[in-house]
């Protein structure tokens, strides 16, 4: 009703002017007979169907049509694919205006194929505000024979590429299940305990957000993304076939067994690395050397007292338990007599 209703100065309520009053039921009742009055004659406004139209959301309001949709309660979990797309330019930007290409170069970047952006409104949007130079796309027809070909559109999704994909996400997702172990001692009303029990609880703690802190380090990030350079150098070495291996994310001990087979001419008999060397102590000392989240951290020793007491008590019970064969008779013959007495 605030929309359209505008009540005349002898009935607003005085706490919009800053008395310390309270409206009077009087003030109350002649807000409602005016109310009445306006919807009864042609001072209320006209209902609009923007449920008809084409786009509800920009018919009714507008430009910022975006905004209001956003806050929408079922759309708070999603984000727009424009938002998307606007994120990773707007970083490269400000990347590149710390760090400028050389002289007469152009700076770019890329992303895979995603159903939506490569909808003609999409594309459309992104034109507009100044994105789709900026992003890297077959240029010369060198896409011409592919499936899903179309002029001046990004290339598909492929793994040697897409580190994050492929590889780093794997990592994120390790690193939280390892904080979420670290801290399940700790109290459940404890702001600082990292928890997947529910998405709520997920979402309530940021546990995603705390981990990338740190989870995948930049070194790891910067590993992973120089690879895709060397994928692009196979690739164009081999006029742009598919390259084995490329898109792999095997362990050093496979890469050494295939470049093994590989030079003494040998096929590949499986898809299995080398033996592993089974080092705990050195395993433990790399996991308590990585990054780990100021509200975890402290957990660590915690964490480490505990499991040692468990190993003691379990060590207490074994050495408790009889290891000579005459003990052992002994108490197979104790546990018959109990038997037969019941």
């Not at 996400?169 to 997947?196: E, G, Q, T, W």
């Not at 790399?286 to 480490?304: F, G, S």
Request: with cysteine; glycine share 6%.
């Amino acid at each position: 009703m605030q929309d359209f209703i505008t009540l005349e100065e002898r009935h607003r309520d005085p706490l919009s002017e800053g008395a310390n009053k309270v409206a009077s039921k009087d003030t109350i009742e002649s807000w409602w007979r005016e109310v009445e009055y306006r919807i009864k004659t042609e001072l209320a406004p006209k209902p609009t169907g923007y449920r008809k139209t084409v786009h509800p959301y920009r018919a009714r309001y507008g430009d910022d049509w975006e905004y209001h949709l956003g806050n929408v309660t079922g759309m708070k979990s999603f984000c727009s694919i424009k938002q998307l797309a606007l994120h990773y330019y707007n970083q490269a930007k400000a990347h590149f205006e710390k760090h400028p290409p050389p002289e007469g170069k152009k700076w770019y970047f890329y992303h895979d194929a995603l159903s939506l952006m490569t909808a003609k409104e999409c594309r459309d949007e992104l034109e507009n505000l100044g994105v789709w130079d900026h992003w890297l796309l077959p240029v010369l027809e060198l896409d011409a024979t592919g499936q899903y070909h179309r002029d001046q559109y990004m290339a598909g999704n492929s793994p040697e590429y897409m580190p994050w994909d492929t590889s780093l996400n794997n990592s994120l997702h390790l690193a939280v299940n390892r904080y979420c172990i670290f801290s399940s001692h700790m109290d459940h009303l404890d702001p600082k305990k990292m928890s997947l029990v529910t998405p709520k609880k997920g979402a309530a703690t940021s546990i995603y957000k705390k981990v990338l802190a740190g989870v995948p380090s930049s070194g790891r990030i910067l590993h992973d993304i120089k690879a895709v350079e060397a994928a692009i150098k196979a690739v164009y070495n081999n006029y742009g076939a598919i390259v084995e291996g490329l898109g792999d994310r095997s362990g050093k001990r496979k890469q050494s067994a295939v470049a093994a087979l590989d030079a003494a001419g040998v096929a590949r008999p499986n898809n299995r690395g080398g033996v592993r060397q089974r080092n705990e102590e050195k395993q433990l000392q790399a996991m308590y050397k990585q990054w780990w989240h100021p509200d975890i951290e402290p957990e660590l020793d915690v964490r480490r007292k505990q499991s040692l007491a468990k190993f003691e008590q379990d060590m207490e019970q074994v050495d408790d338990f009889p290891t000579e064969i005459a003990d052992l008779d002994d108490l197979d013959g104790e546990e018959e007599e109990q038997q037969q007495q019941e």
